[in-house]
């Protein structure tokens, strides 16, 4: 199912595991093992949840990879269908 307009997983990293914790980004990434600057990145939407992220993200807030990485992949598909009309891409059939 799609969803329309999904936030970005840093959204939800912000608002449903840190700011219930009461975690700022510096204890937040030293939890993680990143650094500050990653972390943040994530937080504001600049970077996404790599297979890497998620794997940390689920140890830290017993949660699955998976769910990160579905988060991470329902955004970016959202993100891309808004501009499926500039792509300049022919149908192709078997002849």
């Given at each position: 199912?799609?969803?329309?307009?999904?936030?970005?997983?840093?959204?939800?990293?912000?608002?449903?595991?840190?700011?219930?914790?009461?975690?700022?980004?510096?204890?937040?990434?030293?939890?993680?093992?990143?650094?500050?600057?990653?972390?943040?990145?994530?937080?504001?939407?600049?970077?996404?949840?790599?297979?890497?992220?998620?794997?940390?993200?689920?140890?830290?807030?017993?949660?699955?990879?998976?769910?990160?990485?579905?988060?991470?992949?329902?955004?970016?598909?959202?993100?891309?269908?808004?501009?499926?009309?500039r792509l300049r891409v022919e149908k192709l059939a078997a002849a």
């Amino acid at each position: 199912m799609k969803m329309h307009n999904p936030p970005h997983p840093g959204e939800v990293l912000r608002e449903l595991c840190l700011k219930p914790l009461k975690l700022n980004i510096t204890e937040a990434a030293r939890a993680l093992g990143v650094s500050r600057k990653t972390l943040s990145s994530i937080l504001n939407g600049r970077a996404g949840i790599s297979p890497e992220m998620a794997v940390r993200l689920s140890i830290a807030f017993n949660t699955s990879a998976e769910s990160w990485l579905n988060q991470q992949l329902q955004y970016d598909l959202w993100r891309a269908e808004k501009n499926r009309k500039r792509l300049r891409v022919e149908k192709l059939a078997a002849a």
